[in-house]
């Protein structure tokens, strides 16, 4: 069986999916900029894929999801 460049970026999308379903914070899609304090929704498995935004020019942090 020989594996394509197609069957390779198929299974590391899935895992970028599974990986942002992992985790509250990742799941809730929150943002905020530490400078401003500017919030926004993201989506995490893009993020984790493309790199994380930036704010303020500085790259922008999770916001725990409430407990």
Do not use: N
């Not at 985790?23 to 919030?39: N, T």
């Amino acid at each position: 069986m020989t594996v394509t460049a197609i069957d390779v970026f198929a299974r590391h999308q899935v895992l970028y999916e599974e990986i942002a379903r992992s985790h509250p914070s990742l799941l809730e899609g929150k943002v905020y900029c530490a400078r401003c304090g500017k919030s926004r929704h993201i989506e995490a498995a893009k993020c984790l894929r493309e790199g994380w935004p930036k704010c303020c020019g500085v790259t922008v942090e999770l916001k725990a999801a409430p407990l």
